[in-house]
Nanobody, 121 residues
Framework: QVQLVESGGGLVQAGGSLRLSCAAS????????MGWYRQTPGKSRELVAT???????NYADSVKGRFTISRDNAKNTVYLQMNSLKPEDTAVYYC???????????????WGQGTQVTVSS
């Protein structure tokens, strides 16, 4: 079974930085895309950043210029470098992957358990 495990969340002061990591493990034939989403109480989960197999990236306007997404294909891992953090960045961050578990399988979406990021003012 495919699993996504996030790490790197925590408490940081406004203006500081954090680096989130997410490693995919289990049966994986190929990964089409990986990304990060976030959610706060009472709000829907929103896209933060995504990266495709062609290394094409997409960012939410609210984080563009401050966050950088990258991936290590050899380790099936995606990273999110977060700089110049603001209190409004506080949320639970979720890792996402769209992948094939086997060459005969369709692409499916998987989610991690989430990691808390808290930015103090």
């Amino acid at each position: 079974q495919v699993q996504l495990v996030e790490s790197g969340g925590g408490l940081v002061q406004a203006g500081g930085s954090l680096r989130l990591s997410c490693a995919a493990s289990g049966s994986i034939f190929s990964i089409n895309a990986m990304g990060w989403y976030r959610q706060t109480p009472g709000k829907s989960r929103e896209l933060v950043a995504t990266i495709t197999s062609s290394i094409s990236t997409n960012y939410a306007d609210s984080v563009k210029g401050r966050f950088t997404i990258s991936r290590d294909n050899a380790k099936n891992t995606v990273y999110l470098q977060m700089n110049s953090l603001k209190p409004e960045d506080t949320a639970v961050y979720y890792c996402n992957a769209v992948l094939k578990a086997h060459y005969t399988s369709p692409f499916s979406t998987y989610w991690g358990q989430g990691t808390q990021v808290t930015v103090s003012s």
